[in-house]
C-alpha cells in the first residue's frame, strides 16, 4: 500500500523539487544536455567515431559507422552505407566512399557518395565527384570531374534515345544527347 503511493507522491513531487533543484536527480540530467547544446558546431550530431585536430592517420580505414574527420588522413577511407563529415579543419587526401559526404575542410582524391555529397562554404575538394546528389554552397571551391543523377542502366539509355530519335528531327538529336550529359 505505501508502494503505490510513492510513484504518486514522487510524480507530483517531481515539479516541486525540479524547480528548486534540491534533488540530485534533477540537477544530474541537467549539465548532460547543457555540454551537448553547447558543443561547437563543427561536431557532426550522429558520428560515432571521430578524428580530431591533433590526429593524423595513414592507411586505409573501413566501417559502418558515421565518422567526423577533423584533422589529417592520408589513404582510403570507406564507410559503406554510413556519412563521413570532414570538418573545418580536416585536411583528407584519400578515396571516400560513403551514403553520404560533407566537405567542410579539404579534400583532395575521389568521392563517391551513395546519396549526397554537399560541399560547404568553408569546404575545398579536388579530384573526383560520383553521386547522386551535389550541393555547393557559395564560396565552396570543386576542382575535378563531377558525375550527378542517378546512374542509368544500358536499357534505360536505349529507351530514351529512341523516344528522342522519334519525337525530334535527327539534327537536334546530337544536342538532345549532349545536353543530356551536361544535366546534374
Known amino acids: 500500500m505505501w508502494r503505490k503511493e510513492e510513484p504518486k507522491s514522487q510524480s507530483a513531487a ?3 523539487t525540479a524547480a528548486s533543484g534540491a534533488v540530485p536527480q534533477s540537477s544530474t540530467p541537467g549539465p548532460a544536455p547543457v555540454p551537448a547544446a553547447g558543443s561547437p558546431l563543427p561536431l557532426s550530431p550522429r558520428a560515432v567515431a571521430c ?3 591533433g590526429i593524423r ?10 565518422m567526423f574527420v577533423d584533422g589529417a588522413l592520408e589513404g582510403k577511407l570507406d564507410l559503406g552505407n554510413a556519412s563521413c563529415t570532414v570538418g573545418p ?6 578515396d571516400i566512399t560513403a551514403r553520404e559526404v560533407i566537405v567542410r575542410g579539404n579534400v583532395e582524391g575521389k568521392v563517391e557518395a551513395a546519396e549526397r555529397v554537399q560541399l560547404w562554404n ?4 579536388a579530384g573526383e565527384v560520383r553521386t547522386e546528389r551535389l550541393a555547393i554552397e557559395d564560396g565552396a571551391i570543386l576542382r575535378g570531374k563531377v558525375e550527378a543523377g542517378k546512374p542509368r542502366g ?3 539509355e536505349t529507351q530514351v534515345n529512341s523516344t528522342a530519335a522519334k519525337s525530334e528531327k535527327p539534327k537536334a538529336g546530337s544536342a538532345d544527347a549532349a545536353s543530356r550529359a551536361a544535366v546534374i
Request: glycine residues 18%; positive net charge.
Open 89 to 94: 579543419n580536416g585536411k583528407v587526401k584519400a
Open 14 to 16: 517531481e515539479p516541486v
Open 122 to 125: 568553408t569546404g575545398r575538394l
Open 51 to 53: 578524428i580530431t585536430q
Open 154 to 156: 544500358r536499357g534505360a
Open 57 to 66: 592517420i595513414k592507411g586505409e580505414i573501413t566501417g559502418k559507422e558515421d
